[in-house]
């Protein structure tokens, strides 16, 4: 038995047909071009990310809480007060928010 051009083969060609093999195999897979590129070097691989719905939702809730407007001398006054001890939660206020949050989230009526 004879083996005729081990030597003359072409190492682009070989990368080339092993990646179309690869193609083949894989039809999902992103890749520049079919083979080799016009260089001779491999493609280039890209790698891509997709989100969640949920992921996505929360990403808009976020950029919507970080443009909302805030009233700044409040925060100030609320942080002043806070840090000399002088703030004064009502607990009573505090649950009936709380309820009503979570009514609105849940669809529940309090």
């Known amino acids: 038995m004879s083996i005729n051009n081990v030597n003359n083969t072409n190492k682009t060609q070989l990368d080339a047909a092993k990646l179309g093999q690869q193609a083949q195999s894989q039809p999902g897979r992103v890749t520049s071009e079919a083979g ?20 996505q939702q929360l990403a808009n809730v976020q950029k919507k809480g970080s443009e909302a407007p805030v009233n700044q001398e409040k925060v100030d006054r609320i ?11 009502n607990p009573e206020t505090l649950a009936k928010k709380i309820a009503a949050l979570e009514s609105q989230i849940f669809g529940v009526k309090v």
């Open 36 to 55: 080799a590129n016009s260089s001779g070097q491999a493609p280039v691989k890209q790698d891509s990310v997709s989100l969640t719905q949920s992921a």
């Open 79 to 89: 942080k002043q007060a806070i840090a000399n001890g002088e703030y004064q939660v």
